[in-house]
């Protein structure tokens, strides 16, 4: 690559990266603005926190400034007469350094594999930074928002590794597959309040565990065939280097000049073929070379031109964009948590409530059957213009555009139930129906971005997010993320072995079920001791 062209490519990177944090710095300026006041009006000492916020206290039955920090629920402390947090800096601790460095190293691991780390990142922020989980998870999902506008930027201008013009983010599967996701997150979500905590608790560690061995498995499979690939090139090599060295005595002398090979330069022809070979081997492959036998000319130019626009993803980002909207304006509408009401005064539990929360299915599943037919379409078409897909490459028949989003359906509810991001659940997905360690992790970065923009921009607009701990956490994540991703990206490259990124998902995924479990059986123990029912609850 030229050198003006590098430099340019970086120069729109860090554009990228400069813009979307820009962005980040003015949602958390709205966010600053805080609450309305709710000074004034009546509560409950039971229901302070709905009545009259974070920030107000209710004595006499009405809402009021605090005068000192004993009116305050702990860990918030009176400040001009509101009940605020410390902030970070003023009450930094060990334990803070180690959940940063933690947190580093866990946000690193997961950019690798193109997963959010939310897995993670919540139950460090538990375990070590001493947050409630109402407090952690808006943070995690700040975080985790930060990292991926990094990952996003990156993976953006990459193309695929084995498809000539193909980008690395597969946008068609995220369009499939995103919408009915997100509708199962909705009824896992509706779950996850209504179960027991032990049975969520139980349900992780066996979800979990399964997806991590599934996923070490292909990592070794995938890990094996590279050796076996490398082990039949290398004896490959050795028979040409000896075929070379057998002939070259007999070359020198015929012609008597003391070369290898009859040109007089010291190569052997053979020798140069076989590592053309080689270098052309580890090139992507151009989709109109491997066309069906017998395909015309005139075929391949109408399949060109197919593949050209399918190869432009700003039809399917505008498609995607327009699914992110509909569900984040849903939410924002819906609202979600019992005895709250949304940011229009949607009352959780109201008619209009499960309203709004039924006719989300319909349109999302209406999204979803409008793209899977245009995505049959296409690729019928491709096929009779003799187009063959290549390995690592999803083929959109009617048998997968309607399987796998189901599929999806299925992994966007356990997902919710269980409190996982969408990076760990769209990844093991992609792995199962074929997609390459690659096109998988940048793929699931984009999940990623979307799922996370959504939550954070939620928390944000709730006022549930400590701004202080954001910034501080959301930029490691952006830092960790870059050395993550450049650091297994150098890895891949070097030693040709793109089962580094499925095992750093497998490794993520374990790492994520371990510390998730902990910090479950940890609150399982406080709720025995507290005396809470360990039954199924009612939702509203």
């Known amino acids: 690559m030229p050198l003006s062209s590098s430099f340019s490519s970086r120069r729109r990177l860090l554009v990228r990266v400069a813009a979307a944090a820009a962005v980040v710095a003015v949602l958390c300026a709205y966010a600053s603005v805080g609450e309305a006041s709710s000074m004034g009006q009546a509560c409950t000492k039971s229901s302070q926190q709905e009545d009259c916020g974070s920030e107000l206290v209710c004595t006499n039955r009405q809402c009021t400034a605090c005068t000192e920090t004993s009116d305050c629920d702990e860990p918030l402390k009176c400040f001009e007469g509101r009940c605020v947090r410390a902030k970070l800096w003023e009450q930094w601790t060990a334990l803070d350094t180690v959940a940063s460095i933690a947190a580093f190293v866990g946000a690193m691991m997961a950019a690798g594999g193109g997963l959010g780390g939310g897995g993670i990142f919540v139950p460090i922020f538990i375990l070590l930074a001493q947050l409630s989980a109402k407090d952690a998870v808006p943070l995690s999902q700040g975080m985790i928002f930060g990292g991926s506008i990094v990952n996003i930027a990156m993976y953006y201008p990459e193309k695929h590794p084995t498809i000539l013009g193909k980008p690395k983010i597969d946008y068609n599967a995220v369009l499939v597959l995103q919408p009915l996701m997100l509708a199962g997150t909705i009824v896992g979500v509706i779950l996850n309040v209504i179960f027991p905590g032990w049975l969520i608790v139980v349900t992780l560690a066996v979800t979990l565990s399964y ?14 065939l590279e050796t076996e690939q490398r082990r039949i090139k290398d004896e490959q090599t050795a028979l040409r280097e000896q075929r070379r060295l057998q002939a070259s005595p007999l070359v020198a002398n015929e012609h008597g000049n003391g070369h290898a090979n009859g040109n007089g330069n010291g190569h052997d022809p053979e020798h140069q073929h076989g590592r053309m070979q080689r270098r052309r081997s580890s090139q992507p492959v151009d989709p109109l070379t491997h066309c ?5 000319n005139e075929q391949r130019a109408e399949l060109a031109e197919l593949l050209e626009e399918e190869n432009n993803p700003w039809h399917a980002i505008r498609w995607i964009f327009l699914v992110w909207a509909f569900v984040s304006a849903f939410n924002f509408l819906r609202g979600g948590k019992a005895g709250s009401n949304s940011i229009v005064g949607i009352e959780s539990c109201s008619p209009l409530f499960w309203t709004l929360t039924a006719l989300s299915f319909p349109v999302l599943a209406l999204v979803t059957l409008y793209i899977a037919r245009r995505l049959v379409r296409i690729n019928d078409r491709k096929e009779a213009l003799g187009w063959q897909p290549l390995p690592g490459e999803i083929t959109w028949n009617q048998r997968n555009a309607y399987l796998y989003p189901f599929m999806a359906a299925i992994a ?8 996982i ?8 997905l992609l792995l199962e129906l074929g997609m390459l360690g690659q096109a998988t992790s940048a793929t699931s970065a984009l999940t990623v971005l979307l799922t996370s923009s959504s939550a954070a921009l939620q928390f944000l607009v709730l006022d549930l997010l400590l701004l202080d701990y954001t910034y501080w956490y959301a930029s490691l994540g952006f830092v960790a993320t870059f050395l993550g991703q450049t650091v297994i990206n150098h890895l891949v490259k070097k030693y040709k072995r793109a089962s580094i990124i499925i095992i750093v998902i497998a490794l993520v995924i374990g790492v994520a079920t371990v510390l998730m479990v902990t910090a479950g059986i940890i609150n399982l123990e406080q709720d025995l001791k507290a005396g809470k029912s360990m039954g199924f609850v009612d939702f509203c």
């Open 412 to 419: 966007g509810l356990m997902g919710g139930l269980l409190g």
């Open 211 to 224: 997806a991590t061995l599934r996923t070490a498995r292909k990592g070794r499979r995938v890990w094996n």
């Open 421 to 428: 991001g969408g990076g760990m659940i769209m990844g093991p």
């Open 292 to 296: 069906k036998p017998g395909t015309t």
